[in-house]
């Protein structure tokens, strides 16, 4: 997309953002997702809620946080609860929308790990583990991904299982128990991919602009599926990209000025 008048990355979270209704209630993840998120508050759903797993329940920061205990949450939220509270009480509760996470990689049924590449006993790369994604990946209404695609980070079968999505594909989900419908969009900087209704493999169904679905497939570890009626992604319109970027212009001043 190097002759677009926006990057590749604009254009994954703009088309992440736009997921979100006015009235989300989104647990947020650190990173692209809290990018996603908080566009979509400062455009089209400024009524979402905005929740991070330290306890901050309506955060609305003017700039991208660095981690969910920055005090940019705090200072703006509506109220702050512990986070057994946001677990318990919200996440449990079922009064999560949508869970919006990141992920080192993905494998073509949905499955996150953000835990080790290799072997877990003697890893290449430790990942930063967990946290609270496992647990927002079962319980919450619904999931969206977004992250960079490659055939390094979309594996056909993830090295380790950090976040259930549909695990082993069909109706896994419904078999154990698990309320939430899992992931349901997928949103990286070629496309969005979105689980088949019956194998509940991931299916490309939008190419971003300038994006052909070769370069998503060569992207992909395993022979990635297309949708019949595969779609061209919207390109960014001038106010959605203008409120992206000065949420990245504010951030990167705030954290000149902190030195």
Request: with cysteine.
């Amino acid at each position: 997309m190097s002759d677009q008048p926006f990057s590749a990355d604009e254009m994954m979270t703009v088309a992440a953002a736009r997921l979100i209704d006015n009235g989300t209630v989104c647990f947020v993840g650190i990173g692209l997702p809290s990018a996603a998120a908080n566009l979509a508050r400062a455009s089209h759903a400024p009524d979402a809620v905005l929740i991070y797993e330290s306890g901050t329940i309506g955060a609305k920061p003017a700039v991208l946080p660095l981690s969910i205990g920055d005090s940019e949450l705090a200072e703006t939220a509506d109220f702050v609860v512990s986070t057994s509270e946001v677990f318990r009480y919200w996440l449990q509760g079922g009064r999560i929308t949508v869970g919006f996470l990141g992920a080192a990689q993905i494998d073509r049924f949905g499955n996150i790990n953000t835990t080790v590449i290799g072997d877990y006993a003697a890893p290449k790369v430790r990942l930063p583990g967990a946290g609270g994604a496992p647990e927002i990946a079962s319980l919450a209404g619904q999931v969206f991904v977004i992250m960079r695609q490659s055939k390094r980070a979309f594996v056909e079968t993830v090295e380790f299982v950090t976040s259930a999505g549909h695990l082993t594909g069909g109706d896994w989900r419904e078999r154990e128990g698990l309320p939430g419908r899992g992931p349901t969009t997928v949103i990286t900087d070629l496309g969005i991919l979105e689980p088949h209704p019956e194998s509940r493999e991931l299916t490309l169904t939008h190419t971003h602009p300038g994006v052909a679905v070769e370069d998503v497939q060569a992207a992909a570890g395993w022979p990635l599926a297309i949708a019949g009626d595969l779609s061209e992604t919207p390109a960014p319109s001038e106010g959605e990209l203008a409120a992206l970027r000065g949420l990245h212009a504010r951030t990167a001043a705030a954290r000149a000025l902190a030195g």
